[in-house]
């Protein structure tokens, strides 16, 4: 059964300040993942706490924001199957200290907060996630 689906991408500010966007941008094409939509935006404090609002109640959210809000970062809405999977394979864990060799937090993160990409974590959130930056009009599938 195909199981084609959705999943929002962010290049963190750390990751785009240290001018790896395009090393990323070519691990996505290479596993065959399509680039939908991309966006460069910096986000407003309101804006990142809108987006991590499921946080909200963590010790970490307040730094978060700021971390978030510190520069600009590159959205995207990946498509393929298994897309969600196949993007948290590439993105490796969470804590880039338990990340898996050649993941993109193992090579590009440097600490829990600073942790270079996000993706959606199920299609639930990819159905909120991607609405949250993009409209129909700016999706291209193909
Ligand atoms: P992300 O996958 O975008 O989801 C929530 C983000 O919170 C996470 O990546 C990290 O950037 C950040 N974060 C900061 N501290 C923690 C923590 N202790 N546990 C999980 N996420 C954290």
Same mark, same amino acid.
Not at 56 to 59: F, L, Q, T
């Given at each position: 059964m195909s199981t084609i689906q959705r999943s929002l991408a962010i290049i963190k500010p750390d990751a785009v300040a240290k001018g790896v966007m395009g090393q990323i941008i070519t691990r996505i094409e290479q596993a065959g993942l399509k680039i939908l939509a991309v966006r460069l935006i910096h986000m407003a404090h309101d804006e990142a706490a809108g987006f991590y609002a499921v946080h #909200?109640? #963590?010790?970490f959210f307040a730094s978060l924001c700021t971390f978030m809000t510190q520069g600009p970062c590159l959205t995207m809405v990946l498509e393929g199957e298994n897309a969600i999977q196949r993007w948290r394979d590439l993105m490796g864990a969470t804590d880039f200290r338990k990340a898996a060799p050649k993941t993109i937090r193992a090579d590009f993160a440097s600490s829990i907060e600073a942790n270079a990409v996000h993706g959606s974590d199920s299609p639930e959130s990819a159905a909120i996630e991607i609405p949250y930056f993009f409209s129909a009009l700016e999706i291209h599938p193909r």
């Open positions: #909200r109640e #963590r010790a």
